[in-house]
């Protein structure tokens, strides 16, 4: 994780989609219900952009082999 942007950005999808989860579940309207499709999409982004090296880091600094 020495991409810190990308994994700012990355944590920052997963914070928000699991926020809207847990908002849509415990709104205490009972017709409410989360987007899943929207969630886990959300968590794949994120996962992908904390795995991703920003483009001004170079292979070196990021320890690629």
């Not at 990355?10 to 205490?28: C, N, P, R, Y």
């Not at 001004?56 to 990021?62: C, I, M, N, P």
């Amino acid at each position: 994780m020495t991409s810190w942007k990308t994994t700012a950005a990355g944590i920052g999808a997963i914070l928000t989609a699991a926020g809207m989860a847990l908002s849509a579940h415990f709104d205490g309207d009972s017709t409410t219900v989360a987007d899943w499709g929207a969630v886990l999409a959300a968590l794949i982004i994120g996962v992908g952009l904390i795995v991703a090296r920003d483009n001004d880091v170079t292979s070196e600094e990021a320890k690629a082999k």
